[in-house]
Nanobody, 117 residues
């Protein structure tokens, strides 16, 4: 059983910042691309950002320019820095380890992000 553990969510005012962290087993981080997803109430889970083993990043259009995904293999951690947060960013944010084909294979339990207006 692969365990991913997210943290860093919380309540923040619009315009504020949060940094989410995802701790993963080193064996997973060294062999898998990683991604951050989010799911708002009544909506489908969507990709926010992902990062390949080589460090290439992609972002959803809705967060581009406001979010940065990064990985620190020495700390077995993937981060999502979120700035200029908006109420529409409110969701449960999940970390995922991805297969070589880019599909999420393992999920964390999620961390709630709530942005007040």
């Amino acid at each position: 059983q692969v365990q991913l553990a997210e943290s860093g969510g919380g309540l923040v005012q619009a315009g504020g910042s949060l940094r989410l962290s995802c701790v993963a087993p080193g064996s997973i981080l060294r062999t898998n691309g990683m991604g951050w997803y989010r799911q708002a109430p009544g909506k489908q889970r969507e990709l926010v950002a992902d990062i390949t083993l080589g460090g290439r990043t992609t972002y959803a259009g809705s967060v581009k320019g406001r979010c940065t995904i990064s990985r620190d293999n020495a700390k077995n951690t993937v981060y999502l820095q979120m700035n200029s947060l908006k109420p529409e960013d409110t969701a449960v944010y999940y970390c995922a380890a991805k297969t070589p084909l880019g599909r999420p294979a393992y999920w964390g339990q999620g961390t709630q992000v709530t942005v007040s207006s």
